[in-house]
């Protein structure tokens, strides 16, 4: 008996019986040809799609689930193309897995929707690291960007998770998506009769004399209204540094209200003038009761 012959006889060895499906050594020996290849295709298909994730600049964290479930997809195929290849069915076996899928889907629905949504921001590089942002009022530096959630550093030094549902599904701002260029505008009422080009010389001194603020685009001075109490004015002007917003308006409101005493001009109080009219009118006599 030559070699070939032996080889074939040993293939027909018998060694189990699943489904009224008789295994041979032949049927296991195609099996893991076809497993091994599976994982080989997997370890291809996965080097391929790392480095198109690399190049659209995915983190390791965003990029390893996207790379485990590909090569699950991969090695389920695999393994349903091996094992009906010997004839043993595994539609059952699917079918309950379905279910299985099915049942835990329902309850890993907000994990899997927060999964997905950091995928697709990532993606689109909406969030980045190092972005300036601000979400539900609070404003901060985005520290870390993950599959689930997203941190956001606030100015109080306070480090918000947010869900990535969150940020996917809600309106938010992103100062460092273009640039992280963005105007402040403080408001300021003076009394009537001010002589309003002055008040409009005095702000515009002020934000050009402050550091933060950027000489182009310009500052500008509205004369907003008439209020009830106050000739209104606004202040807009223009800064690089989102993060302190908050701190150049106060340096502004500081500015304002300390040159305006020095050059004489009044911050009104809302006022109310009530006009009392004396009723001296006389009363009616009572009626005579004799």
Known sequence: MDFISLIGEISKIKLLSISENTITVGDLFVLVIILVGTFLVSRWVRKVVRAALDRSGFKDEAANPILKLIHYFIVVIGIYIGFNSIGVPLTGVLAAAGVAGIIIGFGLQS????????????????????????????????TDTGVRSTTVKTIDNLHIIVPNQELFSKPFVNYSYKDEKIRISTSVGVKYGTNVEKVKEILLEIARDNDTVLNYPEPE??????????????????????LKKWKVKSQLNFEVNKRLKEEGITIPFPQRDVWLKNQSEPQPEPPNQG
Not at 113 to 121: A, E, F, R, V, Y
Not at 124 to 136: K, M, P
Not at 231 to 237: E, G, H
């Open 111 to 142: 994990i899997t929707s927060n999964m997905i949504s950091g995928l697709i921001l990532m993606g689109d590089r909406t969030v980045r690291i190092g972005d300036i942002v601000e979400f539900d009022n609070k404003l901060g530096k985005v």
């Open 221 to 242: 001075v509205f004369f907003s209204e008439f209020g009830d109490s106050a000739l209104q004015f606004k202040l807009k002007c223009w800064i690089l540094a989102p």
